[in-house]
């Protein structure tokens, strides 16, 4: 269930709450007050609410006083469990807790009992609707006090939830496929490829004299495609990987992040004769080093990568925009650029812009895009083919304090100055 | 040392990744007996026989793969270590795998080393060589 549901249950629940109490108050007083008045007529106009709202929301109500007896059942409560309103009234126990099945009931009665001591508790468990359909149903039960602060009543609203219960459970099964998906991925389509490799290489260090070079050229593209098959199992297995990990929630010195991105590929940068430009220092943000190293790594790599044949690459790393919570950091290039039409598909998996000789899986960009997302952020690229491209990831910046104190553990003398 | 040739258990159930690892053994340059094995079962029943009981006869290293037709090499590790016999025998587990999961399981289980199929053939190749030598040959 979403948090929005949640707060508006959380809402209604208070509201018919405070409206129960307020009908219960102008009954009680109308033998002793003359309610001709304004706020007589203000109750009766709260107490006509209570009354819309039982009746037209899509839950049921249900009050029961603290000797058991029911005192209150809105009319949905029928359309909840299929039994008329009336057995609910009527019947001496807790009607209602008798058609929760059996697995459920003790955690049920368990909640009425936390309820009754004065605390508010959601329970969630399944019904069995006279149909003989079970649903999966959610509790809110609220106890209301009297004037003098004693517990009177509780009052439960329920909901049929079966279709959230049953999405979160669709959700666990394809992140359990997913799983079962890499796990097979990682085996049983590895194993192939590494017989291919493994083969043509022998077969090359026992034949290489004798091979012809027509021969010998057959071969290196059956050992160049057994890699690219390989590159492109380990970017699935990285990619569907990322939706299944958690990815954590702490403070990043993204200076640091960019030092090892630069450091480890510093061989490339040397080779294609690369010029880097970091202006400025970058700060710190929320997310997780390793996978923020995945996303720089990933767009510098790609700078350096799609370079512009006629033009050494230059790269320039730097803080766009920067307010109290976010900052937007750019990486912009001179390279080769991305094809107009091509641009809304690049943070798609599986999406190239450019010839698949250029070495690539297609799903780095897609890891970026994900990554940024699950740590609330964004990425938007600008691009001019033939010009370069210009990369903007908005983050969400970590608080000065919270940096101080997770890197540098306050000294003694610094303690002593507060 | 013993004077006779080192005996090796290889399980693997796949042909061509027996042949291959076959040839970098030949490459160790280690005097090598070896046995091979298709499935958890065949190797269990060669650990079982008799004639393995005297000292001369048992193995002197194990390279299993982890992901078996019968089961998971892992499975013969926690074997393996419960024999008095076996409980220092090295045991390199062989696997597509680079799943931490995975890796982490065969050291739990006393696995002595994880050798990856994954990397390029040449350096597959020298890495059981490597791993041959520091386990057979005397320091």
Known sequence: MSLNTLLITALVVALLALLWRIREQRRSTSHFLDLTGELGHKLEDLAERYDILTTNLAASVIIRNVDGVTTFCSPYTEVLTGHPVGEFIEDAGDFFESLVV?????????????SGLGEDIVVRYQLLHRSGIVLWVETHLVPICD????????????????????????????????????????????????????MASAIREDLNESLDQESRESLEYIIEAANRLEALVKSVIEYSS??????????????????????????????????????GKLP???????????????????????????????????????????VAIVIQDNGIGIPNAKLKDIFRPYQRAHSRDIEGSGIGLACVKKIVDRIHG???????????????????????????????PPSSSEASLE | MKSTAAKVLLVDDTKAHRKLIRRALKRAEVNIALIEAESLSTARTLLATPAQQSTENTFDLAIID??????????????????????????????????????????????????TKSSDPERFQQQIINEVKRYLLPV
Request: with cysteine; aromatic share 6%; charged share 30%.
């Open chain 1, 242 to 279: 990322l939706s299944a990990k958690e990815i954590n929630d702490e403070s990043v010195s993204l200076e640091l992040v960019l030092d090892e991105v630069l450091n480890d590929l510093s061989g490339a940068v040397k080779q294609k004769e690369a010029k880097i430009g970091r202006i």
């Open chain 2, 66 to 115: 982890l992901n078996l037709t019968d089961g998971f090499g892992t499975e013969l590790v926690t074997e393996l270590r419960k024999k008095t016999e076996y409980r220092n025998l090295p045991i390199i587990i062989l696997s597509t795998s680079t799943l931490e999961s995975d890796i982490e399981a065969a050291r739990r289980e006393g696995a002595s080393c994880y050798l």
């Open chain 1, 378 to 408: 964004t990425v938007t690229v600008k691009s001019e083919e033939g010009q370069g491209s210009e990369f903007t990831i908005t983050l969400r910046k970590s608080s000065p304090n919270t940096v101080r104190v997770l890197s540098f």
């Open chain 1, 147 to 198: 004037s003098d602060g004693r517990i009177e009543s509780v009052l439960a609203v329920s909901m049929d939830v079966t279709a959230s219960v049953r999405y979160q459970q669709r959700i666990e099964e394809q992140n359990r496929d997913l799983n079962d998906f890499t796990y097979m991925v990682s085996h049983d389509l590895k194993a192939p490829i590494f017989t291919i490799k493994g």
């Open chain 1, 284 to 326: 710190a943000v929320r997310g997780e080093h390793l996978r923020l190293y995945q996303v720089f790594s990933n767009l510098v790599g790609n700078a350096l990568k799609y370079c512009a044949n006629e033009r050494s690459p230059e790269i320039s790393i730097y803080t766009a925009q920067e307010n109290d919570e976010l």
């Open chain 1, 102 to 114: 059996e697995n459920d009931r003790k955690r049920f009665q368990r909640a009425k009992l936390v």
